[in-house]
């Protein structure tokens, strides 16, 4: 309806400076004060009935615009919840932010501009033309004469500034990021006294974006003297040849003031219009982005038919090979091996070898390159995401806790758990800390967890994660942050009390994972050796030398002797 409205307020706008001429001829230049009374009443009656439309035509392209940002907004949020992890990594977090704020805001604008401009500015041209021509066409061949000026200067304007406000858009993604870090990692830039460093590479990444900014305003305020001189040049034409007409008595003085009228809504409406070109070169480049996600088809999907359960824990790699990127250097290589359902694994390696890697193919996280990974007898790529995602729960070393409260981070492990069952679930994280908390399960987390220590944020991942009852449990150094006494205890409980769970356990401390029943040791994407703790020690000089270097005191663990 908002056009409607509009076309509607242009007319009555264009019939105003035809009144207007009326009022000026049959009523001041002939004395008849009637005349002005009758005239001056009905241009109030129009400006009473054109301000209507106008609210109802704002009203409606003000509904229209904000419902098209929602929709926007929603429909790329879906999008991206159905993304994989390499999705995700190919946009970078930071750039989707970008896209579902500043891009989103900036085709809002554009969209309200174009439900009202482009409507009212084309109607303005047209009626003006037509009630120019009907009143002196001779006279109207000056408007011609300046539309044709304006629209090839415009178009030099636009066509220039199209390509800085692209680059401009793209330095909003760096400027988020740059943002996002800065926030997130506050604590840590205290804590080395980077604050003027950040401070620095902040402004660096305004200063881009004020640059951009200025280059592209500069071009665009050519608009405003292109206008002036077109105006002034078409006031002047209008006056002479307007004088002669009149003087030869073919033109009245109310007409010639209804074409300054007109003159100046036709080429007001032109400077509108070249506003949109404007505001629709901004929009493109997000247009562009937006349309990036919302074209962009997941990575990994569902096969029809796919498997809705998974029987069991057990867990085999077929000649695993995986990359992050198409033609990368390989994070795992011709891996191989077999899991049996409860068993307890420990996984061992330096930094980059390949372990959180190799966790992250068990719950489809990632599709691996070659090879196969089976979990219950099946290939994981044939279960529904909700079915391997359900049976094999991953804590990792920074998992996150969301704003809210205790128990409703919990229930994201099973939204119908009782406060009994969180409780019971907390007991077997060593998470009896709750217990303690100013309001118990009610106590309020803040974002991202700030309000509790490293080692509390660690267990309520793993008390999480035991809601959903897992088949297969991953825990990615989950424990980094707890002493060993408390990584004990949660060892243990693990042992005792979820016997059928297969145990993956990913740790940099022998400690935790000289129990398992086997211990894998990684070493650059490959399988260095696998066996009991004793076993390794024997055969795998890997584990030996970190076992070594571990009990000789290299590790500096506080609870040890």
């Known amino acids: 309806m908002a ?45 009473a009935v054109s301000l209507f439309f106008g609210i109802m035509s704002g009203r409606e392209s003000a509904r229209s615009s904000a419902g098209f940002a929602m929709n926007l907004r929603e429909a790329m949020y879906a999008r991206i919840q159905t993304f994989s992890f390499a999705d995700i990594d190919s946009f970078s977090t930071s750039g989707l932010v970008t896209r579902m704020t500043t891009d989103v805001a900036n085709l809002q604008n554009a969209f309200q501009m174009l439900l009202r401009i482009s409507v009212r500015a084309p109607l303005n041209v047209l009626a003006g033309m037509f009630m120019s021509f009907f009143i002196n066409l001779r006279l109207s061949l000056v408007f011609v004469a300046a539309m044709v000026f304006l629209s090839v200067a415009l178009y030099f304007i636009v066509s220039r500034s199209m390509r800085v406000f692209a680059e401009l858009m793209r330095k909003y993604d760096d400027l988020n990021n740059v943002v996002r870090e800065g926030v997130a990692g506050i604590r840590v830039i205290k804590s080395f006294v980077r604050e003027k460093h950040e401070s620095l590479k902040f402004k660096a990444a305004v ?24 105006t002034y040049a078409s006031m002047i034409a209008l006056s002479w040849f307007g004088a002669h007409f009149i003087v030869d008595g073919t033109l009245t003085t109310g007409q010639l003031t209804s074409l300054f009228t007109y003159q100046m809504q036709i080429l007001s409406s032109l400077m509108m219009l070249s506003m949109i070109f404007v505001m629709l070169t901004q929009s493109v480049a997000s247009a562009k982005r937006i349309a990036e996600v919302l074209d962009r088809e997941p990575s990994m999907k569902e096969i029809p038919g796919a498997i809705g359960e998974v029987p069991d824990g057990s867990i085999e790699f077929r000649n695993v090979s995986f990359s992050y990127a198409e033609g990368g250097n390989p994070a795992l290589e011709g891996v191989s091996l077999s899991i049996r359902p409860g068993e307890r694994i420990g996984l061992i390696g330096g930094t980059g070898s390949g372990k959180s890697t190799l966790v992250n193919l068990i719950s489809r996280l990632y599709d691996v390159s070659g090879g196969a990974v089976l979990v219950g007898g099946h290939d994981v790529r044939d279960y529904t995401f909700d079915a391997i995602r359900s049976a094999v729960g991953v804590v990792l070393q920074k998992n996150t806790l969301f704003s809210g409260t205790v128990l409703e981070n919990l229930r994201w492990g099973d939204p119908d758990a009782t406060e009994q069952q969180c409780r019971e679930a907390c007991r077997l994280a060593a998470a009896d800390f709750v217990d303690e908390l100013p309001q118990g399960l009610q106590t309020i987390v803040d974002q991202g967890g700030a309000n509790l220590s490293g080692g509390q944020r660690q267990r309520l991942c793993i008390a ?98």
């Open 464 to 561: 999480r994660a035991l809601l959903r009852h897992p088949k297969v449990l991953v825990l990615d150094d989950s424990t980094s942050a707890v002493d060993t006494a408390t990584d004990a205890r949660i060892r243990e409980t693990f042992a005792t009390r979820i016997p059928d769970t297969t145990l993956l356990i990913i740790s940099q401390r022998i400690l935790s994972i000289k129990d398992a029943d086997r211990i894998v040791v990684m070493d650059d994407g490959h399988v260095s050796g696998v066996g009991t703790h004793e076993q390794l020690l024997e055969s795998n000089s890997i584990y030996k030398d970190i076992f070594e270097m571990q009990t000789s005191g290299g590790e500096a663990d506080f609870d040890q002797p």
């Open 3 to 47: 056009p409607v409205w509009t076309a509607l307020e242009v007319l009555m706008g264009v019939l105003i400076p035809y009144v207007t001429a009326s009022l000026i001829d049959e009523g001041l230049m002939a004395g008849n004060l009637d005349a002005v009374w009758k005239y001056g009443a009905i241009m109030v009656a129009i400006a």
């Open 207 to 230: 200063d881009v974006i004020y640059r951009l900014n200025v280059a592209a305003e500069t071009i665009i305020n050519f608009n405003q003297p292109v206008m002036n001189i077109v």
